[in-house]
């Protein structure tokens, strides 16, 4: 299993651009999370998924939207690119049930020019 | 959502054994404790998890007081290579974004 996949690792956007980051799990997991950790902070959860269909907001959703068409992917779309968007992007899954542990993909690193 | 503290951060070195404590006075009883570890540039990584009493595995044990008010992440003889944030979450019953509220952690710094 290659766990929680992110593309890109990298990626410089001007001002009132717009980019997809995407993420893909092939552990079946039906719970799926976005965040963003700022330099010297914690994780902040943008948006989460419980299911195929469905989402929900997280902290800090503004400036973000997301779809979850299948189990496995949960990309997130950034519309009007700001550079309060500069941040390190990670997506995240676990099974269903309590006590699951969270997986983390490597992280996307954005920068807003 | 249970709101956790920690210490910031945390010197030590190697050899050394390394409590981090975290308090959690508002612990729901369907709760779980969870500890994360994070290298620079990496996403965090689940270390030990516990609901009561105490959790050993080959990284790490969790100490956890009856009252479940807090929580105590043991790092036994560290190395160079521990030095990473460490984050404890609390939640996690199974709703979906229950529990997953991640602070700033305790960053902790191991020498030689």
């Known amino acids: 299993n290659a766990g929680v996949t992110q593309t890109p690792k990298f990626r410089i956007l001007k001002i009132g651009q717009s980019m997809t980051l995407q993420c893909a799990q092939d552990m079946n997991h039906n719970y799926m999370y976005w965040y963003r950790q700022d330099p010297g902070m914690g994780l902040k959860l943008i948006y989460y998924?419980?299911?195929?269909?469905?989402?929900d907001k997280g902290e800090v959703p503004n400036g973000y939207n997301v779809s979850r068409s299948t189990t496995e992917d949960f990309p997130l779309r950034l519309e009007l690119a700001a550079p309060s968007q500069t941040s390190v992007y990670f997506c995240a899954s676990r099974d269903t049930g309590g006590g699951e542990k969270l997986f983390f993909g490597s992280g996307t690193q954005l920068s807003v020019l | 959502l249970a709101k956790t503290t920690q210490p910031i951060s945390m010197d030590s070195y190697e050899g050394q054994e390394v409590n981090i404590t975290c308090s959690h006075n508002n612990i729901a009883t369907n709760d779980y404790i969870t500890w994360y570890q994070q290298f620079p540039s990496q996403g965090p990584r689940f270390i030990i998890q516990?609901?009561?009493t105490k959790v050993t595995n080959e990284v790490a044990s969790l100490f956890i007081p009856a009252d479940r008010k807090s929580s105590t992440l043991s790092l036994p003889r560290v190395s160079l290579s521990d030095t990473a944030v460490y984050y404890c979450l609390v939640g996690d019953s199974g709703g979906g974004a229950d529990g997953l509220t991640f602070g700033k952690g305790t960053h902790l710094i191991i020498q030689p």
């Open positions: 516990g609901y009561k």
């Open positions: 998924s419980v299911g195929a269909g469905i989402t």
